[in-house]
């Protein structure tokens, strides 16, 4: 994990000047792009951040991206079955983290969350989480947070290759494969993953089918160079997925017989896109960008039978227009202050089932913000959004960042702000017969939050450690009633305040050691505790370099206590689960300058746990992966 730096995959390719296309290499390590509507120097953010990189992913063995990121403080992942992650931040709800593949928005419009559902890691540049309200910067459903996601790029001129295989003990394998070039003119890439997951039976019954998932994904991103100061690109990545499922028994008296093992199958496609165009004026002072991007998401699930018995239908579409203008230099990369200008308009759809209504939405926004760096030590970020709905109420968020960097090398970073959440299409309008009807009449949540952290510094730059306090005021939270007929919103404030820590540190030139902290405190406003939201998760990791560097061990431990969930069943009562400690053992040796082996076992010790009442965990499993580049 670093904190160098953070970008916004094709923002970042589109903010870099026509002429980095010729150079050798992009030079990406003083940038932060996805703090801001223009780059932010990483020593200059205000917010809160983390950042894995794809090297990193890679050494560890880690397979999909719901696996990385429970190693990032902050965060809380629940798995259910192999199509069904939920991922949150800082104490909210799904729904309050917004998803970015490559600057897209990969959000499903039904329900406002992205279901991880086994996405690999093979194509990944890096992993960016941005904590706390982003409303400003990326609209409704950045309230606790941003994951994003880039994929690779070329990284210098000419045509390279990179492909790899895995396979593991529970009946999974895969492979992958990437084309990408690059010359004077601009860069495409290419990628095509496939990976079948054998799993395991959730429902925990003796003699269970397990519970499968196939996933495929197609990606293809390009950026050219029209002129100096004029570029253009896109994105297009396509991803279908199978996986089996099993029933839930609300009928149940305990978590054992709660889920079900059946033999149901379900079906999610995905189709994500974008086109950006980027010019400069004023001799380089002003620069103007238009994009369009867009969503389809279709799920739908089958019985035994192979019976349709659900589907769900949804899109995104989204203009973005945005001015950026150097106050106070003839050019922005020279400039100390910059204003940013963003008009954006946003239309969303969702059917519940094939023929039925169609409902759709529609929302207008426009938005201001200042980068200033105020003394050589002092830098603010600050910005304002206002979004006009057509269905609810019209909104207004705000926020307010800054970085103060000491001389003994020490940083202050706090930010505060005001982020909302819009009702999802289903809370509005889903209707499932003799169970769920919408509530037309909801309004967004709204959060207002503020976080305060510092970076110290070890002695001889051997490493780094961040402690950050956090507090949000979650209004109109929206919640299901009693029943779980509808949705409403809830009257009075709800609280979610917390620390993180994360360090580093280089014990030996040969081990590195690495700490992860989070205490969550995140109750409603009636004083009962939020699920799904541990209180602390601790993270360990060791890394050792092994046969004169050409070789790695980790072992991680991951230590979760204070998690509580709903029962299902019964008088639906809300209890905490278990504690446990899960461990994994990963490496990675370099058989040559362009071919390694990537090796790992999870859940080492073969530890019986549950993150969700009634689902079972994952047994102890091993995987094996072969990667080249040339």
């Known amino acids: 994990m670093t904190h160098k730096l953070i970008t916004a995959g094709a923002v970042l390719a589109a903010t870099l000047p026509a002429a980095a296309a010729a150079q050798d290499v992009i030079v990406l390590d003083r940038i932060v792009a ?178 499968s998932s196939t996933r495929s994904t197609i990606n293809l991103t390009g950026r050219t160079a029209f002129a100096s100061g004029i570029e253009a690109g896109f994105t297009l990545r396509a991803t279908t997925q199978d996986y089996d499922f099993d029933d839930t028994n609300y009928a149940a008296t305990d978590a054992d017989s709660y889920i079900v093992d059946t033999d149901n199958t379900g079906e999610r496609d995905e189709l994500f896109a974008s086109v950006w165009a980027e010019a400069e004026a004023m001799g380089g002072r002003m620069r103007n960008r238009l994009t369009f991007s867009g969503n389809d998401i279709d799920t739908k699930t089958y019985d035994p ?42 239309y969303l759809t969702f059917r519940r089932a094939s023929g039925g209504t169609e409902y759709d939405r529609r929302m207008n926004s426009v938005a201001l913000e200042y980068q200033g760096e105020v003394t050589d030590a002092l830098n603010v970020q600050a910005g304002v959004r206002r979004d006009f709905n057509s269905d609810f109420e019209d909104a207004t968020s705000w926020n307010i960042a800054a970085s103060y960097a000491f001389a003994s090398g020490a940083r202050l970073h706090t930010s505060a702000g005001k982020a909302v959440v819009n009702p999802s299409m289903y809370e509005l309008y889903g209707y499932s017969p003799g169970f769920y009807t919408g509530n037309p009449d909801l309004n967004p949540e709204e959060s207002v939050g503020f976080d305060i952290g510092i970076e110290l510094p070890f002695a001889g730059g051997r490493g780094l450690a961040d402690v950050t306090y956090f507090h949000e005021d979650l209004e109109d939270e929206i919640v299901y009633t009693p029943s779980f007929t509808s949705a409403d919103n809830l009257d009075g404030t709800s609280k979610r305040r917390g620390v993180e820590l994360a360090a580093s540190y280089e014990v030996t030139p040969v081990l590195d050691m690495a700490l992860s902290y989070t205490y969550t405190d995140a109750e409603t406003a009636t004083g009962t505790v939020e699920v799904r939201r541990p209180e602390h998760q601790i993270g360990l990791e060791a890394t050792l370099a092994v046969l004169d560097g050409r070789g790695s061990v980790s072992l991680g431990l991951r230590h979760v206590a204070g998690n509580f969930d709903t029962q299902y069943w019964g008088a639906y009562a809300t209890e905490e689960l278990p504690d446990y400690t899960v461990a994994t053992l990963s490496g990675h040796y370099a058989l040559s300058d362009r071919a390694e082996l990537v090796a790992r076992i999870e859940n080492l010790t073969d530890e019986d746990y549950s993150e969700v009442w009634g689902y079972e965990a994952a047994g102890r499993s091993a995987y094996l992966g072969l990667r080249a580049r040339w």
């Open 34 to 211: 996805s703090g801001g509507f223009t780059p932010i120097e990483a020593q200059t953010y205000g917010r809160s951040y983390s950042i894995l990189t794809g090297e990193e992913m890679e050494q560890k063995g880690l397979r999909t991206v719901q696996e990385a990121i429970r190693t990032l403080p902050g965060v809380a992942v629940s798995q259910t079955d192999p199509y069904n992650t939920q991922v949150r931040i800082r104490g909210g709800e799904g729904n309050h983290v917004l998803v970015l593949i490559d600057g897209v928005a990969a959000t499903a419009g039904d329900n406002g969350e992205y279901y991880f559902s086994g996405l690999q890691t093979a194509d990944i540049e890096r992993i960016e989480l941005l904590r706390g309200p982003q409303s400003v910067l990326y609209g409704a459903n950045a309230m606790t947070g941003v994951i994003s996601i880039i994929t690779k790029r070329a990284a210098q001129p000419g045509t390279s290759y990179e492909a790899g295989t895995v396979a593991g003990t529970d009946g999974t394998y895969g492979a992958d494969f990437a084309l990408r070039t690059r010359g004077a003119a601009g860069e495409l890439n290419f990628s095509v993953q496939s990976r079948h997951d054998g799993g395991y039976d959730v429902s925990g019954d003796d003699g269970g089918d397990d519970d």
């Open 305 to 346: 039978a192979d019976v349709l018995t659900s589907q769900s239908d949804s899109s995104r579409r989204a203009a973005q227009a945005r001015l950026s203008y150097a106050l106070d230099a003839p050019a922005l990369g020279q400039a100390r202050h910059i204003l940013n200008a963003v008009a954006e308009h946003e």
